[in-house]
């Protein structure tokens, strides 16, 4: 914790660090770049249009090599050690939007409950395949990994192999942010239909005014907080104030309130870059929502 200013270059990086003074004339000025040339409508339509090609052509360009390992993931939810342990029974663990496996893959490594199924979906299956490839995925230490292509916005079913009120925690590491918020009513309305009752979504991706919302230059901006990067995938970065499509998802659900929220939190870090003497704002939001009896 950094409680001493000119402390800050002696370190790589600062936990709950509050955002720098001159925050609200940075975050101004950004979004007013961002405003004054936004994607053209024409080009918005085709941005939003096929999702899962460039993801394909981002796995099929990285592979495993992008994101790093999520190895604070059962530091940050403390229900991913208990389900690893040797006497916790039956669990199924659905991550959405596993990508490369970099979450999985740290979870399955460290399990010790030989009746642990982890089941790994994502729309893009160049990721799949990268998931399928590693050698963990066909002879897992302990419990098991099954992986499938399934886009979570989709209404037609569930992910193979996965019936209705059968999964017990529902993983989401940056996902949703990287659908259209129009989207999130069917991600939401899924999510709920496969948890068992009192089932658990862990939630952790991209908190507004994050360091890379506010470096987007002008022609990224598709919606308000919503960007096409540079290699056509897109992001959305999420406040504390849950949006109004993820509150009440879907005309023919259930009625409000789906989720019970037991955590919902700014984590906020400073990274310094001491050689070029640079202070980087990163900002993320995490949740835990306890599906309602
Ligand atoms: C930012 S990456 C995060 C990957 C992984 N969760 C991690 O943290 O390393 C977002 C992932 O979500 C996947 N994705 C995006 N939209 C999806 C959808 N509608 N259904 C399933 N997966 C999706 C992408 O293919 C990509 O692998």
Redesign the pocket.
């Known amino acids: 914790f950094l409680k001493d200013e000119t402390e800050v270059w002696s370190q790589n990086a600062w936990d709950h660090v509050p955002p720098p003074e001159d925050q609200a004339e940075s975050i101004a000025a950004s979004l007013a770049r961002q405003r004054q040339a936004p994607v053209p409508e024409a080009e918005k339509i085709k941005y939003n249009q096929k999702?899962a090609k460039h993801?394909d052509n981002f796995y099929k360009t990285n592979a495993d090599n992008f994101?790093r390992n999520?190895k604070w993931l059962h530091l940050e939810f403390p229900e991913l050690l208990a389900v690893a342990e040797p006497e916790a029974g039956a669990i199924t663990l659905c991550e959405?939007?596993?990508?490369a496996g970099?979450?999985a893959f740290p979870l399955l490594s460290a399990n010790k409950n030989p009746n642990l199924t982890i089941r790994a979906?994502?729309?893009?299956s160049h990721?799949v395949k990268v998931v399928q490839n590693n050698p963990m995925y066909t002879s897992p230490p302990v419990g098991s990994i099954q992986a499938a292509v399934?886009?979570?916005?989709s209404l037609e079913s569930l992910p193979p192999g996965v019936e209705a009120g059968s999964v017990d925690i529902v993983i989401l590491?940056?996902?949703l942010s990287?659908?259209h918020p129009d989207e999130w009513g069917k991600a939401v309305a899924n999510i709920h239909k496969m948890l068992k009752p009192g089932g658990l979504v862990l939630f952790r991706d991209y908190g507004r005014y994050d360091l890379t919302q506010l470096r987007f230059k002008s022609g990224r901006l598709l919606d308000d907080n919503f960007y096409i990067r540079g290699d056509k995938t897109r992001v959305y970065f999420f406040e504390i104030d849950v949006h109004p499509n993820l509150l009440h998802p879907l005309a023919h659900c259930p009625p409000h309130p789906l989720f019970a929220i037991e955590q919902l939190g700014i984590d906020r870090r400073l990274l310094v870059n001491r050689k070029r003497q640079l202070k980087m704002y990163r900002v993320w939001m995490q949740g835990k929502f306890r599906k309602q009896e």
């Open positions: 999702p993801w994101f999520r959405i939007g596993c990508g970099n979450a979906y994502d729309f893009s990721a399934w886009d979570l916005s590491v940056f996902v990287a659908l």
